[in-house]
Structures are given as structure tokens and as C-alpha cells.
């Protein structure tokens, strides 16, 4: 079986350098993109962790993964899940996906924050 295929985009926490030693350790996986829009902001600098690209979207047409792990700021996430599921990738992020309610909609959620519940 051909591995999975990972992209990671961001490391804006911790936790995201543990998923990319545990990705590059696994041969059931393969690391195929680290993506960063704002190096210098990023825990990429004290890692030494090269970037191949400096935005999804470039990520997305350039190369061919399965996943796409998000590690960018709260408030970015939203928007890059949907771009990736947009693009018919698997979404791996931790919460919180969306900061704001308004990032909640492409969801297909309500703008009620009673109306529905997202487990």
C-alpha cells in the first residue's frame, strides 16, 4: 500500500513539530510539503525544518497530498480547511478550526450560535 500522503501548513504551535517527527518516522506516511506564509513568525527558524512553499493555494496546485495537517494561527484555519476540502483533500487540524462566527458559514453551519452544535 502506497503511503499517505501529508502536507503540513504552519507551525505556529508547538505540537505541529511533534506531528512532523512523527510523520517523517512513520513509513506508513510520507511528508510531502511544509508550507509557511510567514517564516520569521513561525517555530520553523529554531527547528530547521525547510519550507517548500509559501502559500497553500501554490502548495495545493504543486503538489499531490492526501492530508493537509493545519498548524497556522486560529484564525487562519478556517479559511485553509475549506480551501484544502475545496481541493478534495483531507483536513487534520485541532481546535479551534474557527475563531469567528462568520467563518463558521462556508460550513454550511447556521449563524445562530444555538442552532446547531459541531462535535
Known amino acids: 500500500m502506497a503511503p499517505l500522503r ?3 501548513v504552519g507551525f505556529r504551535h508547538a505540537h505541529f513539530l ?3 517527527r512523527r510523520v517523517t518516522a512513520d ?3 510520507e511528508l510531502v510539503a511544509i508550507c509557511e506564509e510567514d517564516f520569521e513568525a513561525s517555530l520553523l527558524p529554531v527547528s530547521g525544518i525547510a519550507v517548500t512553499h509559501g502559500t497553500l493555494e501554490a502548495m495545493l496546485q504543486e503538489v499531490d ?3 493537509v495537517a493545519l ?4 484564525g ?4 485553509q480547511a ?3 476540502l475545496r481541493a478534495g483533500k483531507h483536513v487534520l487540524a485541532d481546535k479551534p478550526l474557527c475563531t469567528r462566527l462568520r467563518e463558521w458559514m462556508p460550513f454550511g453551519l447556521s449563524p445562530s450560535p444555538t ?3 459541531l462535535a
Open 115 to 117: 442552532a446547531q452544535k
Open 18 to 20: 511533534d506531528l512532523y
Open 27 to 29: 513509513s506508513r506516511l
Open 82 to 84: 475549506i480551501t484544502a
Open 6 to 8: 501529508i502536507a503540513i
Open 76 to 79: 487562519k484555519r478556517g479559511q
Open 71 to 74: 498548524g497556522d494561527c486560529y
Open 65 to 67: 497530498c492526501d492530508v
